[in-house]
């Protein structure tokens, strides 16, 4: 399977998981031009488009991609938020069910962000099974026994990189609202098994946070062969579960 980021961070999400014939989308927070370049303009072979919550840089570009056929699967309850803030129609998915699009199965999860729905999927697909959590202050489920092979973690920010000086409405969205550096790491401790082979950190913020340490302080944690990385636009990664 390949991942492609199309985009990670404020700026815009987007993630392509290609499996054989089959592509799952993550996130429609960039441009469907954009979009369309990652999966070489293959719309036939996508099954469907997974959107965490309302947030533009999650969910700007639903109409561009609904003109191209794409469904989009929300929970049911951040479908209610996308059609009361957009007017747009998704594909409601009940938590904690599991729910089969194309090759892939997935279950939405509830994920604390301030006061705005949004989720993470668990997604099992023909090549594994993988843990996707992102704008979460934490997670509040264990998934230490579901032998999670590849995570798409957010590891936004460290708390020693946040400014004191700013204290107002951003400052407590970013704690709320984000996954803190060892916050991922302890979510990434309890999920590391023998099953585990690629970490990929999502979101990163562009002020407040250091890919190069982050990388370094996950690669200490997890086993060697561990594959650990930094989603970056234009990023490629291929999921295997051997390792040659």
């Known amino acids: 399977m390949i991942v492609k980021t199309i985009g990670s961070g404020s700026s815009g999400n987007g993630y392509a998981l290609i ?3 089959d592509i799952l ?3 429609c927070g960039v441009p469907a031009k954009d979009m369309l370049q990652a999966i070489d303009y293959q719309v036939s072979k996508v099954s469907g488009c997974l959107v965490s919550h309302v947030h533009k840089d999650h969910a700007g570009y639903i109409k561009q991609y609904m003109q191209y056929g794409i469904k989009i699967y929300t929970s049911d309850e951040v479908e209610a938020d996308i059609e009361a803030v957009m007017g747009e129609k998704t594909v409601g998915l009940q ?3 599991r729910q089969k699009i194309g090759a892939f199965t997935v279950i939405p999860f509830h994920v604390p962000h301030g006061e705005t729905e949004c989720d993470g999927w668990l997604i099992d697909t023909p090549d594994g099974r993988i843990l996707f959590i992102t704008d979460a202050e ?18 936004n920010y460290s708390e020693d990189y946040l400014s004191t000086e700013d ?10 609202g984000h996954m803190e550096l060892q916050t991922c790491k302890r979510l990434i401790k309890s999920i590391n098994s023998k099953s585990l082979r690629s ?3 999502i979101h990163l913020s562009s002020s407040n946070g250091h890919s190069a340490r982050f990388m370094g302080e996950i690669k200490e944690i997890v086993d060697c062969d561990v594959d650990v990385w930094v989603a970056e636009k ?5 999921f295997r579960l051997m390792p040659f």
């Open 19 to 21: 499996s054989g014939e």
């Open 25 to 27: 989308l993550l996130e």
């Open 95 to 97: 938590r904690m069910k």
């Open 138 to 155: 934490y997670c509040p489920y264990d998934f230490s026994k579901l032998e999670i092979n590849y995570g798409l973690i957010e590891c």
């Open 167 to 176: 204290s107002g409405i951003k400052y407590n969205h970013v704690l709320t």
């Open 199 to 201: 970490i990929g950190l």
């Open 234 to 238: 234009g990023t490629e990664k291929e």
